[in-house]
């Protein structure tokens, strides 16, 4: 029972942390390497709001939603632009913007001890064992994002064209739908999203730079088991990854964590390359 | 601007045209055209050492070699064959530990240890990388930034080979003078080397793969088994760094999978021109003494690779190499339209 509770945390933590990479990939073809960076930008920045220009802690929360709403159209639109389609220079510009931001908040915020506090103090018991608040938070908030999400985009005109952007690029472009916009909003919302995990997260442990990094890999790692740019992959391959994770650290050690993330990307890559749910892009995908 | 309306018009050099024909022998211009430049690196690279005001400046000069050679390997990689590596760090970390530990536990020389880490190490992160060479897009770029990560998480927390540690005291070269014509050398003659490859039959099939690998597939070649020898040949050449690297210090620890080996060298390939690989060369030349002199402010060198790296790629994404290139073998003038 008790792994059953903390890998349901875990795995909500994870598909928070993957989901806007995914839906940045899912809608532009743009793998945002800077996702881990932009993640640890919005609990550095909801920490200077909040402790110390003394911001009133929800308005924080939404001003580094939007600034990072906001930096990630600008790296669409000042760099990314310039490099679209060609795939090396993609990943690397986006990469070594990551870097760039992780480094200079390393330089900035030296020491530990930089962290938010949670939305609800305390715990509660489920079934026997104890969890913080925090933690069913981090549930709820995966649950009500992931729904948000779907709701955008199943319901809404713009969801919608980023859909028709995402399924069929030509017939949406034949459709009057503008593709850099679409990439813009898509990296705008991709990049809140890091950062909506950043602040519904963050709060259990303590902001540091290298979380950045962890972040990165787990959101890359989930993609890539789930089917990159696919959504019911993104989620279920958040849970797996979380139940097996908690097994891991339960009942085999902690260290071994960061082996069973390696060895799950291997094992997909090797049995169903595509993810456990990119069936129709297999072709496309393998040599 | 107004109404009128130029453009710039490039031709190439009468010499240019000539030598890459039969005439390249017909005089000392054409063959002063075509041989200046080759002898002019060399001979740099080989005077440089003796130049150096001091050992410390020599040292620098081992380390900028083994940015080099991270950084032709990573443009032999990334433009020849479409893999982009985000994690070079994973070379040097695997070359180097490797070296040293065969080093500690046997006490063989470096002369020996070199070359064993240099295939071994190869052939070891061909294996771990090959599980993501049968597809295409970003599924490389996303393995190779995990291994270094998750390597050095493993042996930090297993606590083996030293920890967090490293292993230290181990055989270093003779001297100086080996340590430095060493890398300067190999840096020759990988570049030669790779420059000769990538023009070969070979080195179509390479580029093929880049462009279609449909087309190379239907051609009835191994696209997979082509991608694992490029491979092979990226890991070996920075398993060398590594292995050299930990016989220069006489240590080889976890900062051997920093974040500087992966960046810099991609910084300087960017920086040099992708695709020339005497660019990336060029891209080391200048940016690890610039580092040497920004070793003062500690981390912030990463944010001015990256910072470097990225303006080169939003305002100047040919690199500096193709624009020396472009400048020797072509006039340019602006003409009306």
Same mark, same amino acid.
Request: aromatic letters at 10%; hydrophobic letters at 55%; proline letters at 3%.
């Given at each position: /029972?008790?792994?059953?509770?903390?890998?349901?945390?875990?795995?909500?933590?994870?598909?928070?942390?993957?989901?806007?990479?995914?839906?940045?990939?899912?809608?532009?073809?743009?793998?945002?390497?800077?996702?881990?960076?932009?993640?640890?930008?919005?609990?550095?920045?909801?920490?200077?709001?909040?402790?110390?220009?003394?911001?009133?802690?929800?308005?924080?929360?939404?001003?580094?939603?939007?600034?990072?709403?906001?930096?990630?159209?600008?790296?669409?639109?000042?760099?990314?632009?310039?490099?679209?389609?060609?795939? #090396?220079?993609?990943?690397?510009?986006?990469?070594?913007?990551?870097?760039?931001?992780?480094?200079?908040?390393?330089?900035?915020?030296?020491?530990?001890?930089?962290?938010? %506090?949670?939305?609800?103090?305390?715990?509660?018991?489920?079934?026997?064992?104890?969890?913080?608040?925090?933690?069913? #938070?981090?549930?709820?908030?995966?649950?009500?994002?992931?729904?948000?999400?779907?709701?955008?985009?199943?319901?809404?005109?713009?969801?919608?064209?980023?859909?028709?952007?995402?399924?069929?690029?030509?017939?949406?472009?034949? @459709?009057?739908?503008?593709?850099?916009?679409?990439?813009?909003?898509?990296?705008?919302?991709?990049?809140?999203?890091?950062?909506?995990?950043?602040?519904?997260?963050?709060?259990?442990?303590?902001?540091?730079?290298?979380? *950045?990094?962890?972040?990165?890999?787990?959101?890359?790692?989930?993609?890539?088991?789930?089917?990159?740019?696919?959504?019911?992959?993104?989620?279920?391959?958040?849970?797996? &990854? *979380?139940?097996?994770?908690?097994?891991?650290?339960?009942?085999?050690?902690?260290?071994?964590?960061?082996?069973?993330?390696?060895?799950?990307?291997?094992?997909?890559?090797?049995?169903?390359?595509?993810? !456990?749910?990119?069936?129709?892009?297999?072709?496309?995908?393998?040599? | 601007?107004?109404?009128?309306?130029?453009?710039?018009?490039? &031709?190439?050099?009468?010499?240019?045209?000539?030598?890459?024909?039969?005439?390249?022998?017909?005089?000392?211009?054409?063959?002063?055209?075509?041989?200046?430049?080759?002898?002019?690196?060399? &001979?740099?690279?080989?005077?440089? %050492?003796?130049?150096?005001?001091?050992?410390?400046?020599?040292?620098? &000069?081992?380390?900028?070699?083994?940015?080099?050679?991270?950084?032709?390997?990573?443009?032999?990689?990334?433009?020849? #064959?479409?893999? #982009?590596?985000?994690?070079?760090?994973?070379?040097?970390?695997?070359?180097?530990?490797?070296?040293?530990?065969?080093?500690?536990?046997?006490?063989?020389?470096?002369?020996?240890?070199?070359?064993?880490?240099?295939?071994?190490?190869?052939?070891?992160?061909? !294996?771990?990388?090959?599980?993501?060479?049968?597809?295409?897009?970003?599924?490389?770029?996303?393995?190779?930034?995990?291994?270094?990560?998750?390597?050095?998480?493993?042996?930090?927390?297993?606590?083996?080979?030293?920890?967090?540690?490293?292993?230290?005291?181990?055989?270093?070269?003779?001297?100086?003078?080996?340590?430095?014509?060493?890398?300067?050398?190999?840096? @020759?003659?990988?570049?030669?080397?790779?420059?000769? @490859?990538?023009?070969?039959?070979?080195?179509?099939?390479?580029?093929?793969?880049?462009?279609?690998?449909?087309?190379?597939?239907?051609?009835?070649?191994?696209?997979?088994?082509?991608?694992?020898?490029?491979?092979?040949?990226?890991?070996?050449?920075?398993?060398?760094?590594?292995?050299?690297?930990?016989?220069?210090?006489?240590?080889? *620890?976890?900062?051997?999978?920093?974040?500087?080996?992966?960046?810099?060298?991609?910084?300087?390939?960017? /920086?040099?021109?992708?695709?020339?690989?005497?660019?990336?060369?060029?891209?080391?030349?200048? @940016?690890?003494?610039?580092?040497?002199?920004?070793?003062?402010?500690?981390?912030?060198?990463?944010?001015?690779?990256?910072?470097?790296? !990225?303006?080169?790629?939003?305002?100047?994404?040919?690199?500096?190499?193709?624009?020396?290139?472009?400048?020797?073998?072509?006039?340019?003038?602006?003409?009306?339209?």
């Amino acid at each position: /029972m008790e792994v059953f509770i903390y890998g349901l945390a875990r795995g909500s933590t994870l598909a928070l942390m993957a989901v806007g990479f995914s839906f940045a990939y899912g809608v532009s073809r743009l793998p945002n390497f800077a996702h881990g960076a932009f993640y640890i930008l919005a609990g550095f920045a909801t920490w200077v709001f909040a402790q110390s220009l003394g911001l009133n802690y929800v308005l924080s929360i939404a001003i580094s939603l939007v600034l990072l709403a906001a930096i990630g159209a600008a790296m669409y639109r000042f760099i990314l632009i310039r490099v679209r389609g060609m795939e #090396v220079s993609e990943i690397i510009a986006s990469y070594a913007l990551g870097v760039a931001i992780l480094e200079a908040l390393r330089c900035k915020f030296v020491g530990t001890g930089f962290s938010t %506090p949670v939305f609800i103090e305390g715990t509660i018991k489920v079934a026997g064992v104890p969890i913080d608040l925090q933690r069913v #938070v981090i549930i709820a908030g995966g649950v009500v994002v992931i729904g948000l999400i779907w709701a955008f985009t199943h319901y809404t005109r713009l969801g919608l064209s980023l859909r028709g952007i995402a399924q069929d690029e030509r017939a949406a472009l034949m @459709l009057g739908i503008d593709s850099d916009r679409a990439a813009t909003i898509a990296l705008a919302i991709g990049s809140a999203l890091a950062a909506l995990a950043a602040v519904i997260i963050l709060p259990v442990g303590s902001i540091t730079v290298n979380e *950045g990094y962890d972040v990165l890999i787990s959101a890359l790692a989930v993609c890539i088991i789930g089917g990159l740019g696919s959504w019911t992959g993104t989620i279920l391959a958040a849970f797996i &990854l *979380g139940f097996a994770g908690t097994l891991t650290a339960t009942y085999i050690g902690t260290m071994w964590e960061s082996v069973v993330v390696v060895a799950a990307i291997i094992l997909v890559l090797l049995l169903k390359p595509s993810g !456990l749910f990119g069936r129709q892009k297999e072709f496309e995908e393998r040599v | 601007m107004g109404t009128e309306a130029r453009r710039k018009e490039r &031709l190439d050099r009468g010499v240019k045209v000539r030598t890459e024909k039969l005439y390249a022998v017909s005089g000392w211009q054409e063959i002063t055209y075509l041989v200046l430049p080759r002898l002019a690196l060399i &001979l740099g690279l080989l005077i440089l %050492p003796l130049v150096m005001p001091s050992m410390y400046w020599q040292k620098v &000069l081992c380390s900028m070699g083994v940015f080099a050679l991270l950084a032709i390997a990573f443009d032999f990689l990334a433009h020849y #064959v479409g893999l #982009v590596c985000l994690g070079g760090a994973l070379f040097t970390g695997v070359g180097a530990y490797i070296s040293g530990l065969l080093s500690s536990s046997t006490g063989l020389s470096p002369a020996l240890t070199i070359p064993i880490a240099t295939l071994g190490g190869g052939l070891i992160c061909t !294996l771990l990388l090959l599980p993501c060479l049968p597809l295409r897009g970003v599924y490389f770029a996303i393995v190779t930034i995990i291994y270094p990560l998750a390597i050095v998480r493993i042996l930090t927390a297993l606590n083996i080979w030293g920890g967090t540690e490293g292993i230290s005291a181990l055989a270093t070269f003779p001297n100086i003078w080996v340590e430095v014509y060493l890398i300067l050398g190999m840096v @020759l003659i990988v570049l030669f080397a790779l420059r000769r @490859l990538v023009n070969e039959d070979y080195g179509l099939v390479l580029r093929g793969i880049k462009d279609n690998d449909q087309a190379v597939r239907a051609s009835g070649i191994n696209v997979t088994f082509y991608k694992a020898q490029a491979v092979f040949i990226t890991a070996a050449i920075g398993c060398f760094c590594g292995a050299y690297l930990s016989c220069l210090y006489g240590w080889c *620890g976890l900062s051997l999978f920093a974040l500087d080996f992966s960046i810099l060298p991609i910084a300087a390939t960017v /920086m040099g021109g992708l695709g020339t690989l005497v660019g990336p060369l060029l891209g080391a030349c200048i @940016l690890t003494p610039l580092s040497e002199v920004l070793r003062a402010i500690g981390t912030w060198r990463i944010v001015i690779y990256c910072v470097v790296l !990225l303006s080169f790629i939003v305002f100047k994404p040919e690199g500096l190499m193709n624009w020396i290139q472009r400048k020797y073998h072509q006039f340019e003038h602006w003409e009306k339209i």
